[in-house]
């Protein structure tokens, strides 16, 4: 099994709402990361995960707030979200933090999230 | 932070032509990878360079790095209409807390015409 799983794959939220992304993956990867992407731009980090501990915050506002409970899985808790936070939300994972040897990550197919 | 810039940002050929497209970025490099992604979708892994090697070879892709222009080229030879997507070279970076990060260029957007 060589595939990383996002539910939702669509997401229309309130301002006021909160919500849930999650990402699971089983191909016992050490690493696993947020990235956000604005239409027709690169991929932005946001947040990486290694052995389950957070080791990169790229200075993403609180709002955002991610929980990898166990190896396998990555969740992105949604709250106060404005407009602009309107995006493609990819989780990606990597047998290793990148950096370490010549990892390369595994993504999925990501959740399109839309903030009214 | 360091981010790959490529050119051209869009290319349209016909099918059975080649496409090329370049990757240029700012500081020194462990490796450089090139991702493919379909519209709206996740990125795929294509292939992976290390900074000691200068060309490589995966099917019909072929990626060169020349380190000391701080530059790469990823062609696709014989095209396709399963070709048409975005392209982004990637390259590792320091992230705020000092761990490393791969970090993403702007992409090209291929299309190719039937």
């Known amino acids: 099994d060589t595939e990383v799983t996002q539910t939702p794959k669509h997401l229309v939220m309130g301002m006021t709402n909160k919500k849930s992304l999650k990402c699971e993956q089983h191909m016992g990867h050490r690493a696993m990361y947020w990235y956000k992407q604005k239409a027709k731009k690169p991929p932005e980090l946001m947040f990486v995960?290694?052995?389950?501990?957070?080791?990169i915050n790229e200075s993403v506002p609180s709002r955002f707030s991610p929980e990898c409970p166990n190896s396998s899985l990555l969740n992105l808790h949604l709250h106060a979200l404005q407009p602009e936070d309107s995006a493609l939300y990819l989780c990606a994972s990597s047998q290793f933090v990148v950096g370490f040897t010549n990892e390369k990550l595994f993504f999925g197919s990501g959740t399109q999230l839309s903030v009214l | 932070s360091q981010q790959g810039e490529e050119d051209p940002q869009a290319l349209s050929i016909q099918e059975g032509e080649n496409a090329t497209m370049n990757c240029s970025y700012k500081t020194s490099i462990n490796n450089l990878q090139w991702y493919r992604q379909n519209s709206g979708r996740g990125l795929v892994h294509l292939i992976l360079?290390?900074?000691?090697?200068r060309e490589k070879h995966s099917g019909r892709l072929r990626v060169t790095l020349d380190t000391s222009k701080k530059s790469s080229s990823l062609l696709i030879t014989a095209s396709r209409a399963a070709d048409t997507a975005s392209y982004f070279c990637?390259?590792?970076?320091?992230?705020?807390?000092?761990?490393?990060?791969?970090?993403f260029g702007q992409g090209t957007r291929l299309t190719i015409n039937p």
């Open positions: 995960y290694s052995y389950e501990k957070l080791s």
């Open positions: 990637a390259t590792d970076a320091l992230g705020i807390q000092g761990a490393q990060k791969l970090v």
């Open positions: 360079i290390r900074s000691n090697e």
